[in-house]
T-cell receptor, first 113, second 117 residues
């Protein structure tokens, strides 16, 4: 059963701490997306990779957020330092890049106190 | 830039009734894709249905169907014989083809649908 796997599912951290969220895309998928969901802003695209190369990270605050794909089976999203306004659900999604839909992971609920 | 608008923040119907969720979008593209995603309380985003803009025929998946009006830039979702398990947030989403640039999904704000027993 192919699925996108995100870890951790939940994370509570103190303001100023580094947070790392991980995503394992579906095997064979070459596009990876990071989305953030909040009540106020809805679903926002933070970053988008194709074949491990970042294509669009315009939605990501550059001073504290970074997204990488160390290899085809792992995508990471880091926040350093974290702030209370970063509290949200962060979704990773992957696609085959052939104009198909994106498949989402179950998200990481981040709470920064 | 593309925008997607869902004008109904919340809807509520009785089980077995039919309900239609509205979605409009704005784009200058002629070819694109439209989707409806469902997000139940488990928060998993689940694809419900997809429509290619170049296809005139409306997509259908079992009890779910769409009314795609390209000229009006409208893409509504109809749920027939609604079930309790249909209770969820529903998101309309737009995507350009990969050849036209970043293949990102642009989402509407969502409609919270409640099916009452």
């Amino acid at each position: 059963d192919a699925r996108v796997t995100q870890t951790p599912r939940h994370k509570v951290t103190e303001m100023g701490q580094e947070v790392t969220m991980r995503c394992q895309p579906i095997l064979g998928h070459n596009t990876v997306f990071w989305y953030r969901q909040t009540m106020m802003q809805g679903l926002e695209l933070l970053a988008y990779f194709r074949n491990r190369a970042p294509l669009d990270d315009s939605g990501m605050p550059k001073d504290r957020f970074s997204a990488e794909m160390p290899d085809a089976t792992l995508a990471t999203l880091k926040i350093q330092p974290s702030e209370p306004r970063d509290s949200a659900v962060y979704f990773c999604a992957s696609g085959s890049g052939a104009d198909t839909e994106a498949f989402f992971g179950q998200g990481t609920r981040l709470t920064v106190v | 830039a593309q925008t997607v608008t869902q004008s109904q923040p919340e809807m509520s119907v009785q089980e077995a009734e039919t309900v239609t969720l509205s979605c409009t979008y704005d784009t200058s593209e002629s070819n694109y894709y439209l989707f409806w995603y469902k997000q139940p309380p488990s928060r998993q985003m689940i694809l419900v249905i997809r429509q290619e803009a170049y296809k005139q025929q409306n997509a259908t998946e079992n009890r779910f169907s769409v009314n795609f009006q390209k000229a009006a830039k409208s893409f509504s979702l109809k749920i027939s014989d609604s079930q309790l398990g249909d209770t969820a947030m529903y998101f309309c989403a737009f995507m350009k083809p990969a050849i036209q640039g970043a293949q990102k999904l642009v989402f509407g704000q969502g409609t919270r649908l409640t099916i009452n027993p």
